[in-house]
């Protein structure tokens, strides 16, 4: 079985401070009425005990404490009257209002109000007297004003409850968009660095690896020279990319971003790192307009050639690598095409992360993307990338 709760330390100071104050008052003889039935020596103290009583249920039990606190009162009417009582009455009047349900903070000011007004008009029409007013007074000050101002002090409270979570919802939307941007900005480092790198890196991989294999002079030489170039560059975009990170984006002298027109230097840098294993990379530009589009779309294009090279380096076989770009209307569409099958010599290996960071740059700018194999009119099978991507401003969206 539960054990009521404890009384709260403040509700015990109420109750001790009411009690001790009564019986001094009756102790000094200040009553507040005189020639009531119940005269009694002592008896005003009853109504007292069980008012002090009652101020410790005013938060656990505050609608019982009510109830019987006004029979109390009624009681007190009817003995010599202690202002304690009175007192500690107004007392659980507020606590019934202020920690009562809803629905008792809603009803006990109006019923108070209509006692108030009730006992007013009826001590008015018996008396036939102006001073049967001071009953009416009396009367809403020990009833209706504690029940206003418990309705005052609860809605204050509700109302700094209210402002007190929308401010915990506030924080936690504030952390969860602050993580949601550290987890694309995360992303977007990790598609950069990628793109980046990932390139040179595989060159370097497939050409060391025919270095060692392939016991001739002039293919280590060339090798060995296609790995120099590929690791200058690689670690030049390394070192962009890091002062980028050091400087929090907000670099001194920004380098330009790679754009359509450099695709022909990135192509050319591949047929050099392809030569080896057979491939032949070829730019098709069938666009009739060749101005500058949104800077998002051209590094998204860019990047997108860019890694389907690398992917066609270290996957592809012997034969045509095609880059294609066409423009209708507000779509720029690229095209990467190659050899699906197996090749003598060296492979680096892949780990697929080029292919989700390719989706992530389409997805970003609202376009769309699709990868896979696909058949030829001679029944050969090719590789395709294949990206369209909106080249308006309105949508353009990273």
Known sequence: MLSPPRPHRDDVLIAVSGLLGGVVLWLLGLHMQTGRPLDAPGIELVPLAVMSALALLRRSAPQTALVIGTLAL???????????TVLLYTDVMYAAVLYGTPAAARRIPVTTFLITVTVTIGFLAWFRSAEALLIGIVTGLVSFVPALTGVSVRNHRDAAETERLRADQTALLAEMDRAQAVTAERARMARELHDMVANHLSAIAIHSTAALSIDDPGTSRNALGVIRENSVAGLAEMRRLIGLLRTGGADPEPS?????????????QHRTNA???????????SRTET?????PVELAAYRIVQESLTNALKHAGPGPVTVRLGQAGQRLTVRVTSVLGDRP???????GAGLVGMQERVALLGGE??????STGSGARIWCVRAELPVGEGSVRA
């Open 275 to 285: 030569a080896s294993s057979g491939l032949t990379c070829v730019l098709e530009d």
């Open 74 to 84: 009624v009681l007190d009417q009817f003995t010599a009257g202690n202002l304690a």
């Open 369 to 374: 993307f699709e990868a896979g194999p696909v």
């Open 291 to 295: 101005g500058p589009l949104p800077a």
């Open 256 to 268: 330009i971003s790679p754009t359509l027109g450099s695709l022909d230097a990135l192509v050319e």
């Open 345 to 351: 010599g060296p492979r680096a290996p892949g780990s």
